[in-house]
């Protein structure tokens, strides 16, 4: 559990390469860069080195080899995660992206067996000829991999309806820390025992990692309306937002983007035709049998004008609807036209509190002097604020963190909990305490220590160290650290 020494160090990059070949063992400083952050640009880790198993006999034998040198290792998909929670820290890295294989389709039960490294849009890609997807769809969903959504829980802007990736998870087969691999869940329904396939999802790469997954695929809906409404007050959108709930409509989608984020979307190859001149947006979509979506389409459109809207129109045809989404599922990288870094941040709120908590938001980046674009999942309050910046201007950088922590804790404080789909990972790591008490915290490591009692998959992560009372190992980590 003791940092490699050198000799040591090139005798595992051996062994790892005799298993994955050479060219997939990663060793040089240049290699290893691109595996630095993930898509939270404030945290940097330089890894060991990078091993790219390409097959599940591959990875099971890397994981067997890191195991028998009590070598930690962090597993890793497409990087796209905004939590820093995919960082090797002086430790291994296990890449897995070369496992894309969707292995098995099974049409009439709704189910798809996957690896790790398949990419989540080319699962629907795939199955749409037989009138199926798969129903989470995070932004990153072009270029994330279901293993990656597995860790994390991902959800998305359809998971409103739909429910976030646990829900869509059957079963999977995980080679856990120390080799052994297991079966969790069951594709032909209930498993009997403790649900530790529910444990699993969303465990964030610290117990173990899945080697293939498989998931519960959703007919393709009869029919869709999407609308978007503008408002000239962000509270009127916020508000608008609850009162749909409250009517009784469950939306497919309930998505908000404020006027900093409609301005960069406009103004960049994403632009969707908002009124650029909008406050707020409301893009809501209903979806399922023909019978009766009219109606729910007609009261959208009611309440959304009944709480200030200036108007309310409707996706004409499926190029005007892929316009609409485009345009939301591209916010993020339209920002990029503002700074050169963008810290995405992701925190749930009561839905009712949305107005309060967008106020509070706008009052902390003026307090700060940063400029806060918000684009978020409305209908579940899946806040997503976002603040561009320049990284390397330390100046910046130290109000942006400040800016960041005051809003974490009014979220908390009006009784919102720290993520709804990005995890933990290094990011939130000192809010933990601030959310949960400490029998609380060390229950966590107590379900860790059943997947990993040695804590080699993923340290120092999601839990922090220090609130692992009984982990006797917690002093080697420090003391590799430092």
Not at 87 to 111: M, Y
Not at 158 to 171: F, I, R, S, Y
Not at 185 to 198: F, I, T, V
Not at 401 to 409: E, G, K, L, S, V
Request: charged share 20%.
């Amino acid at each position: 559990m003791t940092a490699l020494a050198p000799a040591a160090s090139s005798a595992l990059a051996a062994s790892l390469a005799a298993i994955a070949g050479d060219r997939h063992v990663l060793r040089d400083a240049s290699s290893l860069l691109v595996f630095e952050a993930d898509g939270l640009p404030g945290h940097r880790a330089h890894p060991l080195l990078a091993v790219l198993p390409g097959s599940r006999d591959e990875v099971v034998a890397v994981v067997r080899t890191l195991a028998a040198a009590g070598v930690r290792f962090v597993a890793r998909g497409a990087g796209t995660g905004l939590s820093g929670g995919a960082l090797a820290d002086g430790v291994v890295l296990v890449g897995l992206n070369r496992l894309r294989r969707i292995v098995a389709v099974d049409a009439a039960n709704r189910t798809a067996t996957v690896e790790p490294g398949v990419v989540n849009a080319s699962l629907s890609r795939a199955v749409l000829p037989l009138g199926l997807h798969y129903a989470p769809d995070p932004s990153s969903q072009a270029a994330c991999t279901i293993g990656g959504n597995v860790a994390e829980n991902a959800g998305g802007p359809h998971c409103l309806k739909a429910g976030v990736t646990l829900n869509h998870v059957l079963a999977a087969t995980v080679v856990l820390p120390d080799g052994e691999v297991v079966a969790l869940g069951s594709a032909d329904g209930e498993a009997e025992g403790y649900d530790l396939l529910g444990a699993f999802v969303g465990s964030e790469g610290c117990f173990g990692i899945a080697l293939d997954v498989t998931v519960r695929l959703m007919p393709n809906p009869e029919r869709i309306i999407t609308q978007l409404a503008d408002f000239t007050s962000v509270d009127d959108a916020a508000r608008a937002t609850s009162a749909i709930i409250a009517a009784g409509i469950l939306p497919a989608a309930l998505e908000l983007m404020d006027n900093a984020t409609i301005e960069a979307v406009e103004a960049s190859v994403y632009a969707a035709g908002y009124p650029r001149d909008a406050a707020a947006v409301l893009l809501v979509e209903a979806d399922g049998a023909a019978a009766g979506l009219d109606d729910d389409a007609r009261a959208i459109d009611a309440i959304c004008r009944a709480n200030g809207a200036r108007d309310v129109r409707t996706a004409t045809d499926a190029a005007d609807r892929a316009r609409l989404w485009q345009g939301r599922k591209k916010a993020f990288g339209a920002m990029g036209r503002l700074s050169p870094h963008l810290v995405v941040q992701d925190a749930v709120v009561p839905r009712t509190k949305l107005a309060e908590l967008l106020a509070a938001i706008a009052e902390i980046g003026a307090r700060h002097r940063v400029r806060v674009c918000n684009v978020f999942h409305a209908g579940d309050g899946n806040l997503h604020p976002n603040i561009p910046y320049d990284a390397t201007d330390p100046d910046e950088s130290a109000r942006v963190d400040a800016a960041t922590r005051d809003i974490m804790r009014r979220c908390i404080d009006a009784g919102g909990t720290i993520t709804g789909e990005h995890g933990v990972g290094t990011d939130k790591l000192g809010y933990m305490e601030a959310l949960f008490t400490a029998p609380t915290l060390d229950a966590m490591c107590r379900l860790r220590d059943a997947f990993d009692p040695a804590r080699r998959a993923n340290p120092g992560k999601v839990v922090p160290v220090h609130s692992c009372r009984e982990w006797t190992g917690a002093a080697a980590w420090r003391a590799a650290r430092e």
